[in-house]
């Protein structure tokens, strides 16, 4: 499985942008899939993820009600849909593919050989 990550750029506050991870070489509906960032100087977070079943799972607060995410097992895509973006969203975005879990796993629990990337999104102010 091979993830490419697209999408990103430079927003104004209280922009929009639709990010997209594309998967290759497997079909994605087999995976857990999850949204990551790492902003400059901070350790990596986990943001949202999405399972098979295409439940959500929040692996931090600071997104809800801004940010979505949806897949289209079709198009082998996962979406993250971010609306009111804020400078604390600039960040590096990864996405991260789990085939193990029945949901969504904890975000320490994705395999390192299943990572994108990452597309850079930068937020001014």
């Known amino acids: 499985l091979q993830l490419v990550e697209s999408g990103g750029g430079l927003v104004q506050s209280g922009g929009s942008l639709r990010l997209s991870c594309a998967a290759s070489g497997s079909t994605l509906d087999h995976y857990n899939i999850g949204w990551f960032r790492q902003a400059p100087g901070k350790e990596r977070e986990g943001v949202l993820c999405?399972?098979?079943?295409?439940?959500?799972?929040d692996y931090t607060d600071s997104v809800k009600g801004r940010f979505s995410i949806s897949r289209d097992n079709a198009k082998d895509t996962v979406y993250l849909q971010m609306n009111s973006l804020k400078p604390e969203d600039t960040a590096i975005y990864y996405c991260?593919?789990?085939?193990?879990?029945?949901?969504?796993?904890?975000?320490?629990?994705?395999?390192?050989?299943?990572w994108g990337q990452g597309t850079r999104v930068t937020v001014s102010s």
């Open positions: 999405i399972d098979k079943s295409g439940v959500r799972t």
């Open positions: 991260a593919a789990d085939p193990t879990f029945i949901t969504c796993p904890e975000p320490h629990r994705y395999e390192d050989d299943h």
